[in-house]
């Protein structure tokens, strides 16, 4: 099965949003109920860590949509 330029491309910004989606709904988890998640005793550390990985995969998004 030969895969195009395209389809990857496609398929690494479908990946990337999907992780961006993910991130976000633990940061809003957290938002709602900081204390909901027993093994997280830092929640603005364990949102920041959500919130870096959005960056993270927000800028493989930027990249891949400016330069590919």
Do not use: P
């Amino acid at each position: 099965m030969a895969v195009n330029r395209e389809e990857i491309i496609k398929s690494m910004i479908a990946h990337a949003e999907g992780q961006i989606a993910k991130h976000k709904m633990n940061v809003e988890i957290f938002l709602q109920n900081g204390v909901g998640v027993g093994e997280h005793n830092d929640v603005l550390e364990t949102i920041e860590k959500e919130i870096n990985s959005i960056g993270k995969y927000q800028e493989q998004l930027d990249v891949l949509k400016n330069h590919f």
